[in-house]
T-cell receptor
C-alpha cells in the first residue's frame, strides 16, 4: 500500500475562517511534506517533518501552521488566509528524509479563499 | 545550486506518435532523478526513477536514462495514447541535509489527440 490520504478534497473558506487540512499515511514513513501548487506550476515545498520534528520551513507565512501529532499524521492549520493562498495543497511522504527515497503524494486538497 | 530545466511545451501529439520530453539538471552532488505525472484534478504519481549514472527507469512504456555526461534524464515513449495526456514533471533529489526536498522542472503539458 503506497497511499497517502488527504482530506478534505475541496475546501472553500473566507479570510476570517480557521480550517485544517489533514494527511495520513500508513507506510511507516518517517518524513512528511507539505507542498503548495498553483495552476500549471510545479509544487513548491512548504514544510518538512522528519521523525515528527519540523526540519524545514521554507519561509512560509505564519497564517499556515503545520502539526505532526504522530508518525502517521500531518496537519496544516489555516487562519486568516488571503485569496492568493488559493491553490492545490499536496501532502507527501517518504521512508526517511535524509536518504534519497521515492516520495509518495496524496491527491491534494483544492483550497479556495474568498 | 540545484536546478532542473525541462522542456516546457505544451506538447501536442497524435496517438501512436513518438514522445520525447527533455530534462537536464544541475546539482552539487549525485542526485536521484524522477519523472512524476499529474493527471487533471489529481496529485503527482511517480512514473519512473533512476538513482545513479546509466540507470534506466521504465514504466508503462515510458523510459528515461540517467546520463551523467550530459546531466540529462530525457523521457521517451515510443507510441503515446490519449490516456497519456497529463502534465509531466522532472525532479531531482539529494540526500542528507536537504531532507528529501524535490527540485522540480517547470512541467510539460502533453496532449494526445486520437
Amino acid at each position: 500500500d503506497t497511499e497517502v490520504t488527504q482530506t478534505p478534497k475541496h475546501l472553500v473558506m473566507g479570510m476570517t475562517n480557521k480550517k485544517s487540512l489533514k494527511c495520513e499515511q500508513h507506510m511507516g514513513h518517517r518524513a512528511m511534506y507539505w507542498y503548495k501548487q498553483k495552476a500549471k506550476k510545479p509544487p513548491e515545498l512548504m514544510f518538512v517533518y522528519s521523525y515528527e520534528k519540523l526540519s524545514i520551513n521554507e519561509s512560509v507565512p505564519s497564517r499556515f501552521s503545520p502539526e505532526c501529532p504522530n508518525s502517521s499524521l500531518l496537519n496544516l492549520h489555516l487562519h486568516a488566509l488571503q485569496p492568493e493562498d488559493s491553490a492545490l495543497y499536496l501532502c507527501a511522504s517518504q521512508a526517511q528524509a535524509e536518504a534519497k527515497n521515492i516520495q509518495y503524494f496524496g491527491a491534494g486538497t483544492r483550497l479556495s479563499v474568498l | 545550486g540545484n536546478s532542473v530545466t525541462q522542456m516546457e511545451g505544451p506538447v501536442t501529439l497524435s496517438e501512436e506518435a513518438f514522445l520525447t520530453i527533455n530534462c537536464t539538471y544541475t546539482a552539487t552532488g549525485y542526485p536521484s532523478l524522477f519523472w512524476y505525472v499529474q493527471y487533471p484534478g489529481e496529485g503527482l504519481q511517480l512514473l519512473l526513477k533512476a538513482t545513479k549514472a546509466d540507470d534506466k527507469g521504465s514504466n508503462k512504456g515510458f523510459e528515461a536514462t540517467y546520463r551523467k555526461e550530459t546531466t540529462s534524464f530525457h523521457l521517451e515513449k515510443g507510441s503515446v495514447q490519449v490516456s497519456d495526456s497529463a502534465v509531466y514533471f522532472c525532479a531531482s533529489q539529494l540526500g542528507g541535509t536537504s531532507y528529501g526536498k524535490l527540485t522540480f522542472g517547470q512541467g510539460t503539458i502533453l496532449t494526445v489527440h486520437p
